[in-house]
């Protein structure tokens, strides 16, 4: 398995690819395959230390000829971090244009849930995107996926909105079409109101991809200007979305902006074959700000 880019085509049935996993203190983590590169051998290759602010950064790994940012999950998560060289393996990944590589102590399966198999847990814990059952040692054990947007924010790697907004949005809408946007993570939904207010524009932002569908499906048509949708989502998801909209023909000349921090070469394919106009990583304002007036202005 060492190039996952494309071997998976989950989105087509409907479920997400979750890569599960150990961290240092054996307890069973996950992440949307989606979102990976590589899984990279600790031992292989060169890791520097390299002095932050925060115990959260574990150095600098050279990884396909580049500096990529080790993350150790164990501190993120509030429980000891072990040393570098206990962790076998590297996740390398890729969140809005940027590599990072997550230290974890082993590897343990590969397996697909659908949306609905997935508990929505942001509300209890920031930290958490999702829990699932997942099957070690033919024991249904306790799985959480982590939530990527929040670990990017406490690092620094992301934008809170309020000096992006008033850096690149420089003038508000100048139609009241209807935007419609969907996205699962508190951190976003937060960075996105912003930037609509600032727009002055006509809004609704909703937590999921089936509650944007039945949206969609209340209104004319012709009010709505342009739908933003998140990709990994619970309920539905914006594969889903983009497609329900590409293959009904009242709704498929409405633009769609997918607004994401998966943007591997992999999911931004998958998207743009669905036929979505615009992909903008997660929390780029100003990107967004220029796909927005595109379609809107």
Known sequence: MNNVETMTQGHLRNVQQLAVFYTGHNNIYAINIAKIKAFIITEEVTINDTPTSTPIIAGIATIRGEPVTLINLDAWLGSKPLDVKEYKLIIFCEFNHKKVGFLIKEMLDIVEKTTSELRHSEEQNSKITYTTYVKVNNKDELC???????????????DSGDDAVGKYVEAPLSTNKLILAAEDSAVAREVLTKFFKKLKANYEVYNDGEQLISRLEEVDPSTIGLVITDIEMPHKDGYQVATFMKNTSQYSSIPIIVNSSM????????????????????????SLYKAVKKYLN
């Open 263 to 286: 943007t591997t070469d992999a999911v931004t394919g998958k998207m743009r074959s669905i036929g979505v106009e615009e992909f903008v990583g997660k929390t780029d304002i100003n």
């Open 144 to 158: 959480t996926v982590f939530n990527a947007e929040q670990l990017l924010r406490d690092i620094g790697w992301t």
